[in-house]
């Protein structure tokens, strides 16, 4: 997902690009999620966007935006697997364009674009927002320019730990860690008071200053604090500067190493020789190195270490490899940084099995359902099912039955019923 240098990234090159120019065109097809989610729709967002001027572009956190020359203002939030892209200009990391297929990254629009744009003038810029899993928002915000982080969404998130460093000081983080009793890193996940950290940094943040993911935040003393202060201006200041660039992280980061969970070839240790464990907690996954990462305070009781295993050979084999798990829904507010597969992928593998082939159907079709799906007779249904099989000589029978017992008591001038079965009197007899 998304985080602080990944949005700085994006917000670099909308600079760039955009500011000081006149929007030409605007095309924004309706999304019911990406526009409709948060009260706005495409047409609307053309309406507003074309002919309007591009006056800043600016970002808290997660959400960045785009002021005009006149309100309304667009404020986007990337979400999962949003992205924002310049036509003539590779905006996106290199792995991103390696998954491509050849001639894939000079198609425009790209592929799951959302709205794409273009400026007046010599010469012309195109920019365009994707996002295949659309989980990503654009909205339209009214109010002026100036005062755009004093309204929704931005109003109801933290301080920005690079944008805002006059208000995220030591003193602020101490109050959140001494106010709360949660595990630490859901504290530094809480957009509510710091924005911009995800997964990815907030496992980097808690590595770098030594601190276990689970502790709870209200058992650390004032030095353990003042690590983590300087541990997130660090983390988040080096890696906006880099734009989120990867390959220009410092090689003792956590990031290089984390990644793989679960996969072949996956890092069980750094190259300090610190090993590397997961530990989930609410469903949330934290890579740490429990050498290094102490208990130094209580800590969640429901954590649950994952260690990562190695083979003999010097290979890696990942804990999960032996057996797979469904993985879990994602959802709006999941911050996983690992993709999930979508529900259509994870049901082929089942659907090609239980699925019958159209032959199949009609032969169920035309086979009646059989008896033993049938709900059990009942004992009187039994016993009128019994009586219709029977052989119809039960009047015979009946008087066969009647001669017994006029026998028994002494009568002779009974019927007599022979072994033909038919009835003659005994007064023809002789």
């Known amino acids: 997902m998304p985080e602080i ?27 019911a999620n990406v526009f409709g989610k948060v009260g706005t729709s495409g047409p609307a967002f053309e309406k507003a966007v074309k002919g309007r001027k591009v006056v800043s572009v600016g970002s808290q956190g997660k959400y960045f935006w785009i002021t005009f020359d006149k309100p309304p203002h667009a404020v986007m939030h ?91 000081t030591e003193t602020y983080l101490r109050q959140k860690m001494q106010s709360r009793h949660v595990p630490i890193k859901a504290l530094l996940l809480d957009q509510s008071h710091i924005s ?44 906006v500067d880099k734009l989120g660039d990867s390959d220009e992280f410092p090689d003792d980061w956590l990031f290089n190493y984390r990644w793989g969970k679960g996969s072949k070839g996956a890092a069980s240790e750094l190259p300090n020789g610190e090993k590397l464990a997961f530990i989930t907690v609410g469903g949330r996954t934290s890579c740490y190195a429990p ?25 890696k084999k990942p804990k999960a490899a032996a057996k797979k798990k469904r993985p879990a829904k994602a959802n709006e507010s999941d911050e996983e940084e690992e993709e999930k597969p979508s529900k259509k992928a994870r049901g082929a593998k089942g659907s090609a099995k239980a699925k019958p082939t159209a032959a199949a159907k009609v032969k169920k079709e035309e086979t009646p359902e059989p008896a033993a799906e049938a709900p059990a007779p009942s004992k009187k249904q039994r016993a009128s099912k019994q009586a219709a099989e029977k052989p119809k000589v039960a009047p015979t029978k009946t008087k066969k039955t009647a001669v017994k017992k006029e026998e028994a008591s002494g009568k002779t001038n009974a ?16």
């Open 5 to 31: 240098a990944e949005v700085a990234r994006c917000v670099h090159f909308l600079r760039l690009h955009l500011v000081g120019k006149k929007i030409a065109n605007v095309s924004a097809p309706d999304d």
């Open 78 to 168: 990337l979400g999962m697997t949003g992205w924002i892209h310049i036509k003539g200009d590779k905006t996106a990391y290199t792995n991103y364009y390696k998954k491509m297929k050849e001639g894939e990254a000079d198609i425009w629009p790209p592929k799951y674009w959302k709205f794409h744009i273009e400026t007046e003038g010599t010469p012309k810029v195109s920019a365009a927002f994707t996002d295949p899993r659309r989980f990503g928002r654009i909205r339209l915000v009214d109010c002026p320019g100036a005062d755009i982080r004093s309204h929704s969404p931005l109003k109801e998130n933290g301080p920005d730990p690079v944008v805002d460093v006059d208000i995220f």
């Open 196 to 239: 911009g950290i995800g997964n990815w940094v907030a496992d980097e943040v808690l590595y770098q200053s030594r601190l276990h993911p689970e502790q709870y935040c209200d058992t650390f003393n004032e030095e353990e604090m003042t690590r983590l202060y300087e541990a997130v201006r660090y983390v988040c200041q080096t890696a």
């Open 291 to 315: 050498g290094r990462q102490k208990k130094t305070g209580q800590v969640v009781p429901s954590a649950k270490e994952e260690p990562v295993e190695e083979e003999d050979d010097g290979g």
């Open 415 to 430: 019927a007599v019923v022979e072994d033909t079965g038919r009835r003659r009197s005994l007064r023809l007899k002789g």
